[in-house]
């Protein structure tokens, strides 16, 4: 799949600079990575406290 990524020149320069640096990469490589540490899932809180109050109330015997 194609996409287009908009940069600004002097992010460009520094991903050209970089990859010049570390030939083993490649743009999408680069991008990818990045995505990877810095995109994270959001938490749904309620349903973590519903999952911790039932485990609670296991390790207490009381019914579910």
């Known amino acids: 799949m ?3 990524l908009y940069i600004t020149d002097e992010l460009w ?5 970089y ?3 570390h030939p083993e990469h ?3 490589s ?4 990045a995505s ?9 809180m309620e349903m ?8 609670a109330r296991y390790q207490t015997g009381k019914e579910l």
């Not at 320069?13 to 600079?17: C, K, V």
């Not at 973590?48 to 485990?55: A, G, K």
């Open 2 to 4: 194609k996409r287009t």
């Open 13 to 17: 320069t520094q991903l050209d600079q």
């Open 19 to 21: 990859l010049k640096d």
């Open 26 to 28: 490649n743009p999408s």
């Open 30 to 33: 680069v991008v990818q990575e």
């Open 36 to 44: 990877e540490n810095t995109v994270t899932v959001p938490v749904n």
């Open 48 to 55: 973590f406290q519903e999952i911790y109050s039932m485990v």
